[in-house]
Every structure is written in structure tokens, then in C-alpha cells.
């Protein structure tokens, strides 16, 4: 038997899985148990769920497999302010103190904190590092369905890459093409999230919420000036418009110019037409450059399957565009696609890619319907309700689904708990808000 522990961590959705001979055995994010979203710390809790699931001590497991490599990140940082100087420098002597004390030595501050979990863990060799985007690419190919595929991941960025095109076939993974920092369809997405007062890394799904209330206005406007996009996809965007590279900010007064108006104060200032139609249109830009990927990757590739991951690959409705148009004849979408998601990539890569391990095809849902996280029984159910003082009824299961049916059918909400906890940031039936699609207030009274 062997065992693998995933990790990512210290950007952001830090998560753990473990997997076990290749199996997917468990796997959560840290949020999840800390109650702050998007937690970014060392995945303590979730390492303790994962652990605990399987019955194994941390000195037990064969690898422990991290989601990027610091040293690259680092250098990449370091060629960037360089390349930049001396602008940054403020952004530069903030970071560096950081780095310095903590990241450059991740290996070290790893073994430092999974020595929490068991005292006896004693050897620091079992840790693996994988690149960012081959973990994603890894987390997308090797739980799909497909003995090859071309593999797409987009995202802000990992080390040096921001999107990727692999081929995968059997258990063999290898990138072949990359677009690197600071052009990043991720990062030019977040940069509008932030222009419209959302908050970067959290807040992105909400622009693509907001979106079809607008028009496409500034459309010819963001690929005129921001966006250097080619007919194959590849794009350049320019600098003169963003500060993410070395600044504090997303953009700059250049691109508040632009477009005419300040940034949304979401304290101060409601959203309107205009902020819809900034969202329509950084959202039709993003389907635009996604799905001229698609094609030119679908052409130049004897695969009929396409498997994405990557944040910008929770961007559904952009997805929703690729299969509408029959890009590729088969789609899979890794559910945890953004860094979450990447702790399942590395310890994949560690069993199919370094241990040279084949894979279980043909493959029916190896992410088990990314129904991968802590269950729990009515009896324990009932004692933490007991334990709080809450109010509560409990029913037959028969009785319970005719209850919620007519609930739902006179417009109430419900919260529905059941089985294992989702891995990835999608309501899949187990931790959902379940509501009457029919009515035409329901979105509003959702949102409220």
C-alpha cells in the first residue's frame, strides 16, 4: 500500500487529499473547517480530516506532495522587479522580508508544521515539490475519464506560467506549450473584479454573475488597448494599463482614464449599468480568448477529449461556450479546479508521473462525484444540535422529502445536508441551498 498526502497552501484555497494505491480517499479545503474563506494558511485541519479518514499516522504515509516549487515562484519575483526597476520598489521591500524569512525555505517550514500532526514524522525526503500548472494539469487529466487528452489550465499565475496546453496519454503528462507572467487572462479578469470593488481571488464568480445584466460596451475597447489578441488564442496584454506586476494595485490611473470612472467603492457605491456593462464585456473578452484556445489547441491535436483546470476554469459560462460550439467531442472540467485542487494535482503526479504507476481505466468517477470530504452520521448529527441548543425535529426520510418538496414548491429556501462534504468550491447536493428554479424572485431572494 501506498500513500500519498497532497497539499497546497500559502496563496490561496489551501487544501489536503490523500490518496492511497492511486485512489482518491479523501480530500478538503481548510476554509471548510476554519470558517474563513479562501484560507490561504497551512492546511492544518484539513491534513487532521484527511488523516483521521484513513485510520493512518502522518510518519505512516510514503510521499507528501507539495503544489508548486517556492524556488521558481521566488525567481520569478526576483526577474520581474529587476526587469521593472525601480519602480516596485516599495512592493519589492515588503515582499522581500517574507520570502526571505519563510517561502525560500517552504521545505523546511513544511516539515516544521506536519511535525504537528504526528512528533515521530522525522523524515523531511518524503516531501515532494510539483509546478503549479502541472499540478492542475495533473488534477485535470489523470481522475478523467479519457485514455489521452489535451489538457488546458488557466489561471492569475503559478510560478512563471499562467496558461498551459499538455497532452496527456495513459499515465504519461507532459506541457508542451505556456504563456507566461505577467500576461494572464486570470490576472486580467481579477483586475476588473477589483475595478468593479469586489475583492481579487474571492470575488471574481460574482463579475461573471453580473455580466448578463450588461451589454458588451467596452468590448473593442479592452481588445484595442489591453489585450494584444491573436486568432490561435495567445494574447499579450499591456503593462501600461496594470501595476500587479511590481505595484500594490491591480491597474493604475491609465486604466481608470480608460474607462472614464474611479473604482467601485463597494461601501460607498451601489453597483449600476455601467459596472454591469464593464462585467459583460471583460466576461465576453474571457469567453473570446478561451474559446479561440480551444480551436486552435482542438486543431493542431489528433485527441477528440479536452480536460481543463485552473481557476479561470471555474469561469462556467465560458466553458458552457467551448461545448456549445463542439470545440473537442468530450469535456472534462477538473470540480476543485482552482489551487485547491492543484493538492490533488501533486500527489497524482507523484503516483503516475515519478512512481511511473498506470492509470484504472476505462475510468467511471474517479473524483468519486467530488463527494470527498467529512460525512457525518444522525446520531453525531443530533448531539452537536443537542450541544448547541438548537431547535429541531427530526422525521422519517419519507416524511422529510415530502416536507422540503412543498416547502420548496411555496417559495421557501432550504439547506440540505447530506453525505460527504463537496471538494471544490461548487454546491453539489451534499452542502447545498436548494430552491424553486420556477419562480422569478427566487435569484433575488437568494442573494439577499
Not at 267 to 283: R, T
Request: some cysteine; glycine content about 6%.
Amino acid at each position: 500500500m501506498i500513500s500519498i498526502l497532497g497539499i497546497s497552501g500559502f496563496y490561496h484555497d489551501s487544501a489536503a487529499v490523500l490518496i492511497i494505491d492511486g485512489k482518491i480517499i479523501a480530500a478538503a479545503q481548510e476554509e471548510r473547517f476554519t470558517r474563513k474563506k479562501h484560507d490561504s494558511s497551512y492546511p492544518f485541519h484539513a491534513v487532521e480530516f484527511v488523516l483521521r479518514n484513513s485510520k493512518l499516522k502522518l510518519r505512516e504515509l510514503d510521499y507528501i506532495a507539495f503544489y508548486e516549487k517556492p524556488f521558481l515562484k521566488f525567481e520569478r519575483l526576483l526577474e520581474t522587479y529587476v526587469a521593472c526597476a525601480p519602480r516596485g520598489f516599495k512592493s519589492f521591500s515588503m515582499s522581500m522580508p517574507i520570502w526571505l524569512r519563510e517561502k525560500l525555505f517552504q521545505k523546511k517550514m513544511l516539515f516544521n508544521e506536519l511535525k504537528k500532526h504526528d512528533q515521530n514524522f522525522k523524515d523531511i525526503n518524503k516531501i515532494y515539490f510539483s509546478e503549479h500548472h502541472f499540478s492542475h494539469a495533473a488534477s485535470a487529466f489523470y481522475p478523467s475519464p479519457f485514455k489521452d487528452a489535451v489538457v488546458l489550465t488557466l489561471d492569475g499565475v503559478g510560478e512563471w506560467a499562467t496558461t498551459t496546453v499538455a497532452k496527456g496519454h495513459d499515465n504519461n503528462l507532459e506541457i508542451l506549450k505556456e504563456i507566461h507572467f505577467p500576461h494572464s487572462i486570470g490576472l486580467l479578469y481579477s483586475a476588473f473584479t477589483y475595478y468593479i470593488g469586489f475583492k481579487v481571488n474571492s470575488g471574481e464568480y460574482k463579475v461573471m454573475g453580473l455580466a448578463p445584466y450588461g451589454k458588451p460596451t467596452f468590448k473593442n475597447l479592452i481588445l484595442d488597448n489591453l489585450v494584444d489578441l491573436k486568432d490561435d488564442g495567445t494574447f499579450r496584454l499591456n503593462m501600461k494599463y496594470f501595476d500587479y506586476a511590481t505595484g500594490l494595485k491591480m491597474i493604475n490611473e491609465k486604466f481608470l482614464k480608460l474607462f472614464g470612472q474611479p473604482v467601485r467603492d463597494p461601501k460607498e457605491d451601489l453597483l449600476n449599468q455601467f459596472h454591469m456593462d464593464i462585467a459583460c464585456s471583460i466576461q465576453s473578452v474571457t469567453e473570446e480568448i478561451i474559446l479561440r484556445l480551444a480551436k486552435s489547441i482542438a486543431k493542431e491535436s489528433d485527441s477528440k477529449n479536452l480536460c481543463m483546470a485552473g481557476g479561470v476554469s471555474l469561469n462556467c459560462v465560458a466553458n458552457g461556450k467551448i461545448l456549445k460550439e463542439k470545440v473537442f467531442e468530450n469535456i472534462w472540467i477538473q470540480p476543485a479546479a482552482g489551487d485547491a485542487g492543484g493538492a490533488l494535482g501533486a500527489a497524482l503526479a507523484v503516483w503516475h508521473k515519478e512512481l511511473k504507476n498506470e492509470r484504472f481505466l476505462p475510468i467511471k468517477d474517479e473524483m468519486q462525484g467530488s463527494l470527498l470530504g467529512p460525512n457525518f452520521n444522525d446520531d453525531e448529527v443530533e448531539k452537536t444540535l443537542s450541544s448547541l441548543g438548537a431547535k429541531y425535529k427530526k422525521f422519517p426520510e419519507d416524511e422529510l422529502l415530502e416536507i422540503t418538496a412543498k416547502e420548496l414548491s411555496q417559495n421557501k429556501t432550504i439547506g440540505w445536508f447530506q453525505g460527504r462534504m463537496e471538494f471544490g468550491p461548487r454546491a453539489l447536493g451534499a452542502r447545498s441551498i436548494i430552491a424553486d428554479p420556477r419562480s422569478d424572485k427566487m435569484q433575488k431572494i437568494l442573494n439577499l
